[in-house]
Structure formats: structure tokens, C-alpha cells
């Protein structure tokens, strides 16, 4: 094989990497999708029992769906909200067992190691006319994959971001892993025994959390003794509800309505802003998480934790690559401003694609869940358009590559910092609410930029979040 001919390889068989390929295949690429699942999607499958927020329409990418519809797939209703497991079974699938798709994949084989043939991340000469190694590892060992580029697009769901409010696994976390589970188990279903009637701590204030609370909360309506307490960092508990009627997405909008409803009835204790600084099995009666409320320490007792406290990307394997990264987000290229929570939280991004996911090393490039890093509000589509633009720049055009079109719906809830205010010294270069910094200004007045709620439920978030242990 001549480097030309050499495949294109995307790791991870989840819903970007999967539109990636259907991208390539369309372009009369070859990818080689390498997953380290027995299935595609592993991760969405983790995560099969919660509802999507985003129905159908946005949620299938338009070179799968292309192939799908040639083989005569039944699409589902545009507007019908799927769970993960629907995600899967209706669409990932389907699209995994096409005969233009199956031979392109490579099932439980997990990317190890990237780099580039003979050339270590230090050595430039020739470096870029080498083909990209991927050390493979499978139920039948080791194994070394060679491509021409490398889409990376595995996601973040199996690197969690831990309890600590510093960024670090709070003292003791570790050792408490038996009663800790991150990101939103199945509470209503297969750990339903693990959470009915025991005190639980949930910790994060996004859309995780939202989801863990609603479902311990129609936990303890069979089972009256669970008790669920809520742990964020956040100053006020309302900043966690999002844009509830405004946002463009009903069924996000509705995660933040129910939670108020649930925390304005007492079902649910809030401490806010709590920042988790120990956990230990303090005495019999379970866990003592210790931390900061407002200056003053602060311990609760629980029996289980919940910690929805978002990903972060793992680039462990991607050491022997020239990665262009933001320095906080660790998203991709330069993607950061474009995304950065500490800027904007209406959950538009500005579309972007090739271009904006380089890195320093040519043809590897990021896509998906992975390219936001550590930031939130990362939307399929997003992902969709990115590989998109992705596949055409490596065939060779550059017009489709350039012509980056996404229409995301907003959240309702659109903080912009100040148009001249700058980040890191450089000028902010776009609002979340619309494609040019000038238009930003405009545009934080209007539909996107939701007035805040009103305080309420200050009595509830004030609440005491004690337990049997004394503090
Ligand atoms: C609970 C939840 C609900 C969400 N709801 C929505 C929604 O309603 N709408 C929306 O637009 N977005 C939603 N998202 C966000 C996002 O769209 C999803 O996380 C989506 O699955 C991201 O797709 P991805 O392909 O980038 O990554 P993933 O789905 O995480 O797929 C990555 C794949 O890579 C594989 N992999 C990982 N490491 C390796 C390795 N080293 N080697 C080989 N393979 C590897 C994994 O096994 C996995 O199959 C939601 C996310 C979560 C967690």
C-alpha cells in the first residue's frame, strides 16, 4: 500500500465516529473505525436508560442517514425524543450493519497509542510524509494499524471529572469507589436496590446531575426513606435550572423546571455553593463528605454518591502527537473561545470544522464530544458538521471543507461576557449568541439572552443537609 492508499483512521464507533466514516465511505474514502467495545456505541450504551434532550431531528447525521435511507431504513419521527438505547437500536446499528459500513469496523480493539511511523513527537525531519501508527489492543494482543490521517473521536464519557471542587479527586475518593459511581447510573433499573431507602449525595450542577435528581426522586416516591441531597458549586442553585421554558430544546429546558419543582417541594436538600474537599466512611452510618459552604466547613452523611461533575478528554494516548489544545478547556484547535463556559453558556457554537479542529499536526484532528474538552453543551450536530468538513478536507476539498453551515438550537440561557472584553489577552472571538463578536452585542438582548429567573426557593437552598454523623 502506498501512503495514499493507506486508510483513514477514526477512533471510536460512537455516533461522531460513525457519521465519519459514513462521510468518508460517501467520498470513496476507506476509513477503518477502531472501537474498543464488543459493539458500537459503548459509551451511548452506558448511558442507554436516559432520555435525550434533542429529538430525532437533530440527532442523525446526513451522510448516515444518506446510506441508511438507501437500504430502505424507517427513520423515526423527527420530533420523537429518543433515549441512548434508542439511539442505538434505531439508528447506530442500523448504520453499523449497512455492507458499506460493516467491513470498515474494527470491534474490541482499544486505541493504546498514537504517533507517527519511526518519528517520535520531538522529530520534525520528514515527519509529516510518515503515515500515523495506532497501537491496537485486543483480545488477540497487541497490533499496529497504519493510516494517512486520524479522526479521534472517541468522547469523554470514560474519564469523568472526579468530586474535588479543585479539579482532584477529593482526599479519600478513591477509597470510597465501592459507594461512588459517576455520570447517571441506571437508578430506576439495574442499580435500583443499591439507591432505594439510602441517603444519596449527588454532586455537579449540569445536565447529569439534573438527570441522576429526577430519577432518585421518582425513586423515592416508591421508596418514601430515600433521601437525596444535592451538592454544587454553583453561588445560587437556580444558576443550575438553565433557561427552563426559553430553551430552544424542550425536554432540556424541562430537566431544570423539574428540579426547581422537586427542590421548591423539600423532596430534595441543596447545599450551595458547596466545594468537596474530603469523603471517608466516618462511622457506621456511611460516608462523611466534608467541604467549604461559604467560608464555614460543612459535612454531610450519606450513604451513596452520585459525582456529575462532567469529562474531561483523555490524551494519554495521543502523547506522541503535536496537539494544538486550549490551555483550560483541553478542547481542540481553536476552539476554545468559541466554547468556553467562562464566556458563554447559550449552547450555540459558531460553526467550525477543519479549519478551526487543527492541530499541529496535519491530517489528526479531534472531532466530537472530544473536541469540546472539558466544556459543555457539546451537541450531535455539532459533531455532525465537524466531520463533515472533517472528510472533505481530506479529500481534498477545500470548498466543502470551508462552507461550515450549523443551526443550533439555543438554551435559553445566554451569559456573554462584554464585547472588547478580551481572553487571555486575545480579543473574544465570537458571543454563544450569534457568528460575528459585533453581532453579539446585539444579540444579547434578544430571544437567546433569557432575563434570569427570579430568586426563589431560598428558604429550600438554604436548607441543612445533615445526617446521623455529627459535623
Ligand atoms: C447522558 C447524556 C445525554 C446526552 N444527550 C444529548 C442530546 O440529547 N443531544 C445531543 O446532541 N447530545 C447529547 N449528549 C452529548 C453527546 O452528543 C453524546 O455524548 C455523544 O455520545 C457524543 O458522541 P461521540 O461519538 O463524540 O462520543 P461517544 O458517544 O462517547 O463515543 C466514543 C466511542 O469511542 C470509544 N472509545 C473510547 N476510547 C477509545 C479508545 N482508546 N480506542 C477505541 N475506542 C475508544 C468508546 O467506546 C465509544 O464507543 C448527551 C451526552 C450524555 C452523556
Same mark, same amino acid.
Given at each position: ?17 460513525? $457519521? ?197 426522586? $421518582? ?172 472528510? $472533505? ?53 434578544? $430571544? ?24
Amino acid at each position: 500500500m502506498t501512503d495514499s492508499q493507506l486508510p483513514v483512521a477514526v477512533i471510536g464507533a460512537g455516533p461522531v465516529g460513525l $457519521a465519519a466514516a459514513a462521510h468518508l465511505i460517501e467520498r470513496g474514502q476507506t476509513p477503518i473505525v477502531v472501537e474498543a467495545g464488543d459493539k458500537v456505541a459503548s459509551s451511548v450504551r452506558a448511558w442507554s436508560h436516559v432520555r435525550m434532550f434533542s429529538p430525532w431531528q437533530y440527532n442523525v447525521d446526513s451522510a448516515a442517514r444518506r446510506l441508511l435511507d438507501k437500504a430502505g431504513w424507517q427513520p423515526p419521527a423527527p420530533d420523537a425524543i429518543p433515549t441512548g438505547g434508542d439511539l442505538v437500536a434505531r439508528y447506530l446499528e442500523p448504520l453499523a450493519e449497512l455492507p458499506a459500513m460493516r467491513p470498515h469496523l474494527r470491534l474490541g480493539a482499544r486505541v493504546a497509542a498514537v504517533s507517527r511511523k519511526g518519528h517520535d513527537k520531538v522529530r520534525s525531519e520528514g515527519r509529516d510524509r510518515q503515515p500515523f501508527v495506532l497501537r491496537v489492543e485486543g483480545a488477540a494482543g497487541e497490533d499496529v494499524i497504519e493510516a494517512r490521517a486520524v479522526i479521534d473521536a472517541s468522547g469523554t464519557w470514560t474519564m469523568p471529572n472526579p468530586s474535588g471542587a479543585d479539579g482532584l479527586p477529593a482526599i479519600g475518593e478513591r477509597g470510597a469507589a465501592d459507594h461512588i459511581r459517576y455520570g447517571i447510573p441506571d437508578v430506576l433499573g439495574g442499580e435500583r436496590a443499591r439507591y432505594e431507602g439510602r441517603a444519596v449525595l449527588v454532586i455537579g450542577g449540569g445536565h447529569s446531575a439534573l438527570n441522576a435528581i429526577i430519577e432518585l426522586a $421518582a425513586l423515592k416516591q416508591a421508596a418514601p426513606k430515600t433521601r437525596i441531597v444535592w451538592a454544587l458549586r454553583k453561588e445560587r442553585v437556580e444558576a443550575a435550572y438553565g433557561g427552563e421554558a426559553a430553551d430552544q430544546l424542550p425536554a432540556r429546558g424541562a430537566l431544570g423546571s423539574q428540579v426547581r419543582a422537586l427542590v421548591e417541594s423539600g423532596t430534595i436538600e441543596v447545599v450551595t455553593p458547596f466545594r468537596v474537599a474530603r469523603i471517608a466512611d466516618g462511622c457506621s452510618c456511611g460516608l462523611r463528605v466534608s467541604g467549604e459552604v461559604n467560608g464555614s466547613s460543612r459535612t454531610i452523611a450519606v450513604d451513596e454518591i452520585i459525582v456529575a461533575t462532567g469529562f474531561r478528554p483523555d490524551l494519554s494516548f495521543l502523547r506522541e502527537i503535536r496537539l494544538t489544545l486550549d490551555p483550560w478547556l483541553e478542547s481542540s484547535g481553536s476552539l476554545g473561545p468559541l466554547i468556553d463556559p467562562n464566556l458563554h453558556s447559550c449552547g450555540t457554537v459558531r460553526p467550525h470544522g477543519a479549519k478551526e479542529l487543527a492541530h499541529a499536526e496535519p491530517d489528526f484532528f479531534i472531532a466530537g464530544m472530544k473536541s469540546y474538552g472539558r466544556a459543555p453543551t457539546f451537541l450531535l450536530a455539532t459533531g455532525h458538521e465537524q466531520v463533515r468538513s472533517i472528510a $472533505a478536507s481530506l479529500s481534498g476539498d477545500a470548498e466543502a471543507a470551508g462552507r461550515v453551515e450549523l443551526a443550533l438550537p439555543e438554551t435559553g440561557v445566554c451569559v456573554s461576557r462584554p464585547i472588547g472584553v478580551e481572553r487571555a489577552g486575545e480579543p473574544v472571538a465570537a458571543g454563544c449568541c450569534g457568528p460575528a463578536r459585533e453581532e453579539a452585542a446585539v444579540q444579547q438582548t434578544s $430571544a437567546c439572552c433569557a432575563p434570569a429567573k427570579p430568586a426563589a426557593a431560598a428558604e429550600a437552598s438554604a436548607r441543612q443537609a445533615g445526617g446521623c454523623c455529627p459535623a
